[in-house]
């Protein structure tokens, strides 16, 4: 009797096992999701057998969601045109794209389930700080990295695997000097940044050191942590006593949301001007678009251009996200040429579905110094060995609600 | 006129910091318990008043009455789920179970709003103040979230030491047994005691996210914890106290990021508490308590 009890008890044991097994082969969350081809309604026929197959990494939920959204829509968006037309080398292409709410850890994690998705290349991660260590596992893994919009110097400089779409911070503080300077904005300028933010620290370093070249004034200089992101009437304040003229806003689009409101409370209203992390400020839920009238910010895309790359992009965004509009801008626009660059060396280099993630990094590293990529954010885009974009930025500005080119 | 508008953001600051404090200290005054999740309350009163105004279309006056309803019938919720089992467990449990109650407030509305920043709108219609020529500008918010916090003080304290339930407060928080020999209803008097304090918490959440429009899951935690420190610095259980504290710390916590450094502000912010916990213990307005042995 006992016996028997035993014995039921071990098979009803063995059972749950296997039933657990069986669900961690189907349940898995790094399981497969390729895009579905939604450009076209005829099954496209594929040369090759097999997925080539890309990894995404951003935020798709939290503060900077309109980042991670837009990453998303616009990788897919070219991953469907290429498998319409298609695919790479005859392979069909799989996107998958994971959320890390803009954390590192959870970046490092998502990381490793595409990994176990065995991802060849990935295109991530969107935001610079979770970037820098997932650009460390990338090295180590000899894994291709193309970060669409992680723009801090050293979110790609773990190793020469590690690539990016849009300017670096570099860039972005010496050409926001430049143009201050070139276009006589201003001769006192101030600057607030996020002294707990890489991405944000890294553009005021730049812009200073440029400022000092080009002979303006930086009037006051002033900081905030990711704590104390909510009061800024001290600084502004300062930058009012102070006499700036214009005010730099070296962050990401939710401060300085509450810094227009603030600076529009005590009546201080001069040019404001920001790096790319400003786009996007128009979609927050409830914004107020009038306090951010005359705002400048570096970007590379614009919708109101009228070359035949941004047409393109522009009609077939809106006509596959019809309710999605407003994740149409540069985040969309850099992850969408990342998916073309790395279509581009993957062609040059011959990838197939077959290529170790290894392997790819050894083939890439070396194609996308050799391609030329007519993109969405610039012409004959092409890359250094050390991971660098070679195009300049241009400048928008917010004129009645919508994005203008400065 | 630098030193001015320093001197008015501070003071907002602090008032929005005291009208936190006030909750606080209100809770810690009667029941002698720490509500961490206080801050959190804040925050779902301004959630409240964000779906009632900005999504529900309604009147901001209408809207801040339900979220006080609405904050006043949660506070005594969490009182009665929460901390009414704990009466007799020691302080530490209780303690632990309030970060608890935070964070599960927090997840809660991660859960329904979801975590990116939702921008407020001001519940306040009075007009910008300009003084000096042009010079010295204090928004209508400002203004309104000093008035709001000094009359809600005067209150509380004529509450508190002028009506019966007031006495019967007292009267618990001295001696929780003698008060119940006395016929006082000790449990109705502790929740009372959090349903005025989550209505606070309503009232200083719409004022918040008025001064600052962005609203999040964790819009409460750090003004949460700043108020504590303010309630602490002011004396904690005395309700001038924690206006003086939420108002000193405030007009602290701007002049040092408008003339020292702002990256150093909050060091100095907590370098200047523990001067004063280390000359007066009980904070600037708090009693000295004798213990008998």
Known sequence: MKMKRIIAVVLALALVFAFAACGKNTDDPADPTPVENNTDATPVAFANEGTIKIGGIGPITGDLAQYGMAVKLGAELAVAEINAAGGINGYEVAFNMQDDQGDAEKSVNAYNSLKDWDMQMLMGTVTSTPCVAVSAEAAADNMLLLTPSGSSIDAISAGDTCFRVCFSDDNQGIVAADYIADNNLATKVGVIFNSSDSYSTGIKDNLLTEAAARGFEIVAEEAFTNDSATDFSAQINNMQAAGAELVFLSMYYTPASLILKQARDIGYAPIFFGPDGMDGILGMENFDTTLAEGLRYLTPFLETATDDATVKFVTNFKNSYPDQASYLNQFAADAYDAIYALKAASELANVTADTAASEVGDLLKVALTQVSVDGVTGTAMSWAADGEPQKQPRVAIINDGTVAAA | ?293
């Open chain 2, 1 to 293: 006129m630098k030193f001015l508008s320093q001197l008015i953001s501070g003071i907002s600051l602090g008032s929005i910091y005291a009208l936190i404090a006030l909750g606080y200290t209100m809770v810690y005054g009667i029941a002698k318990m720490l509500n961490f999740a206080h801050g959190d309350v804040i925050m779902v009163g301004a959630f409240v008043v964000y779906t009632a105004c900005v999504k529900g279309g309604m009147n901001p006056a209408l809207g801040v009455l339900i979220a006080i309803a609405f904050c006043t019938v949660l506070g005594v919720v969490i009182e009665r789920l929460a901390y009414k089992p704990l009466r007799q467990a020691a302080s530490l449990a209780v303690l632990i179970t309030a970060i608890g109650v935070s964070y599960f407030l927090q997840n809660m509305a991660l859960l329904i709003f979801g975590s990116d920043t939702k921008q407020f709108s001001s519940v306040v219609s009075l007009k910008p103040i300009t003084l000096a020529g042009g010079s010295l500008t204090i928004s209508g918010e400002i203004v309104t979230t000093i008035i709001v916090s000094v009359v809600i003080m005067i209150a509380l304290t004529l509450f508190v030491n002028k009506t019966k339930p007031g006495k019967a407060m007292r009267a618990v928080s001295e001696d929780k047994g003698a008060a119940q020999l006395m016929g006082i209803n000790v449990n109705g008097m502790i929740s009372l005691t959090f349903a005025i304090g989550s209505a606070l918490a309503a009232i200083a959440g719409a004022l918040m996210c008025s001064t600052y429009p962005a609203l999040s899951p964790y819009a409460g935690a750090m003004p949460g914890i700043k108020a504590f420190v303010a309630a602490v610095f002011g004396g904690i259980g005395s309700i001038p106290g924690a206006m003086v504290g939420g108002v000193l710390l405030g007009v602290i916590e701007n002049l040092s990021k408008g003339y020292i450094s702002s990256q150093l502000s909050d060091a100095i912010v907590f370098g200047v508490l523990i001067i004063v916990l280390l000359v007066k213990p009980t904070g600037i307005m708090g009693k000295k308590i004798n213990e008998k042995v």
